[in-house]
């Protein structure tokens, strides 16, 4: 489906501004956590957080052995997802790439990601670092409506 056919959209119905990939590439770039999505054999969906760093083109996570190391190794196709939002403003973006991932198994490329990635957020006994080369990547932004701040009911009473 053609991201700028709008005609599945009801009337009068919103979907925010599409964006580029040089637009979406920027929001990455200034991201740190993300989630990424891969299928199980019994059709089950998997999605976890994970901290990332944007290379060149591709985006790079550490992960420790479990099920999106095997996903990765499998060469099943993953899909990763970026967003940010303000509800009271009701404004945000997202981000969705899909594509195929790789193990990075280059010591110098290792050494290299490390350094841009830092110290990872959880501790892991035997890091790998995965490279996501995205084949398809769409995004959209809500921008800001007329009217005001927006008060979200909390969950107390």
Known sequence: ??????????????????????????????????????????????????????????????????????????????????????????VGWSVLLSGHAEIVDDAEQVRRLEALLGAPWVAMTEPVFVRLRPGTISGRRLPLHPGGVSVQPGGDG
């Open 1 to 90: 489906m053609d991201p700028a056919d709008r005609s599945h959209a009801f009337p009068g119905e919103s979907h925010g501004e599409i964006l580029d990939r040089d637009a979406c590439m920027a929001l990455l770039s200034a991201a740190v956590i993300g989630r990424v999505a891969w299928p199980h054999p019994d059709g089950r969906v998997e999605v976890i957080p994970v901290n990332f760093v944007v290379d060149g083109d591709d985006l790079v996570f550490r992960t420790a052995r479990g099920g999106k190391l095997t996903a990765v190794e499998r060469g099943v196709p993953v899909s990763f997802e970026v967003d940010d939002v303000e509800p009271a403003l009701r």
